[in-house]
């Protein structure tokens, strides 16, 4: 493991952790960003879910640990808004939500898309707050996800980008009343939406080149 640069490791730690830290808060009860947002005091659910990551995970852990010093210091991040609020997160590059009955293994990823919205940062947080409460309470898509304030060189400008996915693109009725909540929700310019076979074949929008299937 001498090969192995101590930032990158504790930047994958931290991304595995959260993962791990969402699940285990919403099998209990309010979601993270619920506990964050209400004031609600976590901080023991939190720890204890630490120390499973430390047993089940114990280079990762020991990673976080050498960059934060403690647990308590990355549960005062979380209070702070990592992980929660796109622009005050810097420690991953996206924040997801998934809808209380969408289950991953059980889709066929190939047949899904999203919804891409583009917003300026200072719209981001709050964008992404309408889109989050409606995924999580199953009146959106299977999941959605929000590009954070953590410098991403995969980034083609400044915006923020949110993905708002469905199951499956063939779909075009379920694909367009995700659309129309949208609209709803105060998004009502033209948007696209890119199946995830054209993501994975890393074809991407460029002068003259359409790679959107549906646009509303």
Request: hydrophobic share 35%; charged share 30%.
């Amino acid at each position: 493991m001498d090969d192995v640069d101590p930032g990158a490791l504790a930047d994958t730690a931290y991304g595995v952790f959260e993962i791990l830290l969402n699940r285990k808060l919403s099998a209990r009860g309010p979601y993270l960003y619920e506990r964050v947002e209400q004031n609600i005091d976590f901080r023991n659910d939190f720890l204890e879910v630490f120390r499973e990551f430390e047993a089940e995970y114990p280079l990762l852990a020991h990673a976080l640990l050498e960059r934060f010093g403690s647990p308590d210091a990355i549960y005062d991040l979380l209070l702070e808004g990592e992980g929660v609020t796109p622009t005050k997160t810097t420690l991953i590059y996206w924040i997801v939500q998934d809808a209380p009955h969408f289950r991953g293994g059980e889709t066929d990823v190939e047949l899904g898309g999203k919804w891409l919205i583009f917003v300026n940062p200072d719209e981001a947080d709050e964008a992404w707050r309408r889109v989050r409460d409606e995924t999580a309470a199953g009146r959106l898509g299977i999941s959605a996800r929000v590009s954070t304030g953590k410098p991403n060189p995969d980034a083609r400008d400044d915006r923020i980008v949110i993905y708002v996915h469905t199951q499956d693109w063939r779909d075009e009725a379920e694909v367009m009343r995700v659309r129309e909540r949208l609209r709803e929700l105060g998004f009502t310019e033209r948007i696209g939406y890119k199946r995830n076979i054209e993501t994975y074949q890393g074809e991407y929008s460029e002068k003259g080149k359409r790679v959107t299937f549906y646009s509303a």
